[in-house]
């Protein structure tokens, strides 16, 4: 079955860099068409997607936040790594992982559906 | 960027009773929309993509209709277990972009 699981700081200081891992298991990042993605949730807030990394080694980004985020891929330990610069107490937030729904279109290819499988998220407080 | 907008922010409904939610679009996402359900302290759980296909298991008590830019989720008859905080997300794929409504939380009545 497939799980995934965050882990990172809980407490950065503004202005420092954050790094999130993101281990899983039950499917691999060098099979076509898999994707594992990063998503926010202030508490008491809404969802917000942050990047999203593809078996191809296909990145994107969020518009607002691209110039302060890199996701990176180990397919060999099975990790996906979200760093976010720059971070800001308005960063504070739950932090989730998620893997793309497995989906192909013959002409399309594999256009993204939905995240079918997240992580448990880990609250990360920006605070001095 | 393409804003969602989620409608009512709460609705009270009572159990065995039908629930409607509503998503908004500012613009055509065609039938680029998924929906999600949230409990508290729980990530969020994937219901239906692409509008109206409910993944998998999925209870058919959920279902999902609309295209360009309104969107509705139904809940034809509501169980315990389904008062929860209810998400749309829009996935416009060239370039990629995904974005999420303000959800809606359906509480008992």
């Known amino acids: 079955q497939i799980t995934l699981k965050e882990s990172g700081p809980t407490l950065v200081k503004p202005t420092q860099t954050l790094t999130l891992t993101c281990t899983f298991s039950?499917?691999?990042?060098?099979?076509?068409?898999?994707?594992v993605g990063w998503i926010r949730q202030p508490p008491g807030k809404a969802l917000e997607w942050l990047a999203l990394?593809?078996?191809?080694?296909?990145?994107r980004y969020s518009p607002s936040l691209k110039s302060r985020l890199t996701i990176t891929k180990d397919t060999s330990k099975n990790q996906v790594v979200l760093t976010m610069t720059n971070m800001d107490p308005v960063d504070t937030a739950t932090y989730y992982c998620?893997?793309?729904?497995?989906?192909?279109?013959?002409?399309?290819?594999?256009?993204?559906?939905?995240?079918?499988?997240w992580g448990q998220g880990t609250l990360v407080t920006v605070s001095s | 960027e393409i804003v969602m907008t989620q409608s009512p922010v709460t609705l009270s409904v009572s159990p065995g009773e039908r629930a409607t939610l509503s998503c908004r679009a500012s613009?055509?996402?065609?039938?680029?929309l998924a929906w999600y359900q949230q409990k508290p302290g729980q990530a969020p759980r994937l219901l239906i993509y692409?509008?109206?296909t409910r993944a998998t298991g999925i209870p058919a008590r959920f279902s999902g209709s609309g295209s360009g830019t309104e969107f509705t989720l139904t809940i034809s008859s509501l169980q315990s277990e389904d008062f929860a905080v209810y998400y749309c997300?829009?996935?416009?794929?060239?370039?990629?972009?995904?974005?999420f409504g303000g959800g809606t939380k359906v509480e008992i009545k």
């Open positions: 997300q829009q996935y416009n794929n060239w370039p990629l972009a995904l974005t």
């Open positions: 039950g499917f691999s990042l060098s099979t076509s068409g898999v994707g």
């Open positions: 998620a893997h793309r729904l497995p989906y192909y279109d013959v002409l399309t290819g594999y256009p993204f559906r939905g995240f079918d499988y």
């Open positions: 692409g509008a109206s």
């Open positions: 613009q055509s996402v065609s039938s680029n």
């Open positions: 990394i593809y078996w191809n080694d296909d990145k």
